[in-house]
């Protein structure tokens, strides 16, 4: 089973990666990152696939998945409506305060007990899936404290399962990791504005047919869907922000306004105004 590599490109002005129901149920998403990742879902049911571990959920889940676990997107297969809120988080963001602050280190244990995988039970799905699902309308710092208090209430959680024995060990090679790198960085950089396919070929110093076989490869999305699924994501961000549609468009990257809705729709199952009514109405 191919393994695809994940670079990680920060939100702007964060330390941290937020994802508002992506939408990828038809895609076989089995994938690894040095991100650690903490994902909650509500479904009526659906899979549960980390490293080794293969389970079903039911009703609702919350995961922390360590670095470099492979593991399959949560929402894969799943038929019916539901909501997910993804939350990538590097393992050293907080730099040499792990080592050097007494307050953190429930937290750096956290991060230790994460290489087996872990879920948690009912109290702590329903406490910090409310927490996550309020992030994205937080201003940067107020999100940073926030993501501090969830992460010590799983550290101080008592309702963990461990999904493996022992930590797990990615054996799957890392050689593509610093064109991936280049390449989302350059994209976090101009999604504002037209893209080329030209300009992320030449990045990778590869042809345009050959750069669209290595993208697909790599993410299993076309770097057109990957692209839109970016911009969808900073969209939905600036909508919490109180943006107005036509602006979140055009500020994204988009040059038509009905391309834009159906796009937005596509990858998280509603409109635009819709989205943003029901978060902002929270």
């Avoid at 994460?114 to 309020?134: C, N, P, S, V």
């Avoid at 992460?151 to 930590?167: E, F, G, K």
Wanted: charged letters at 25%; one cysteine or more.
């Amino acid at each position: 089973m191919k393994v695809v590599f994940e670079a990680f490109v920060p939100d702007s002005n964060s330390s941290f990666r937020l994802l508002l129901n992506p939408r990828l149920s038809d895609v076989f998403y089995w994938h690894f990152h040095p991100e650690l990742e903490l994902v909650y879902i509500e479904a009526e049911s659906g899979m549960r696939h980390v490293g080794e571990h293969i389970s079903r959920f039911i009703g609702s889940d919350l995961v922390l998945i360590g670095s470099n676990i492979p593991h399959l997107n949560f929402d894969y297969g799943i038929k019916s409506d539901y909501e997910k809120v993804v939350l990538h988080i590097k393992s050293d963001f907080l730099g040499a305060a792990f080592e050097t602050t007494p307050e953190l280190s429930s937290i750096a244990h956290l991060f230790q007990k994460a290489q087996h995988g872990l879920a948690f039970g009912a109290d702590t799905k329903q406490m910090i899936g409310e927490q996550m699902r309020h992030l994205a309308g937080l201003p940067p710092f107020e999100q940073f404290l926030e993501i501090l208090k969830i992460l010590q209430r799983l550290a101080n959680a008592s309702d963990i399962t461990l999904l493996h024995d022992q930590p797990v060990e990615n054996q799957y090679t890392k050689k593509d990791q610093e064109r991936l790198k280049r390449l989302y960085g350059f994209i976090d950089e101009h999604f504002h504005h037209k893209i080329e396919m030209e300009e992320v070929a030449s990045l990778c110093h590869l042809s345009i047919p050959a750069f669209c076989r290595y993208f697909k490869k790599m993410t299993r999305l076309t770097f057109t869907e990957f692209l839109n699924h970016y911009r969808i994501n900073q969209a939905q961000k600036l909508l919490l922000m109180d943006k107005n549609v036509t602006e979140t468009c055009f500020e994204c990257g988009f040059d038509s306004l009905s391309y834009f809705n159906r796009t937005f729709k596509k990858v998280t199952g509603e409109n635009p105004l819709s989205f943003k009514k029901r978060y902002l109405s929270k």
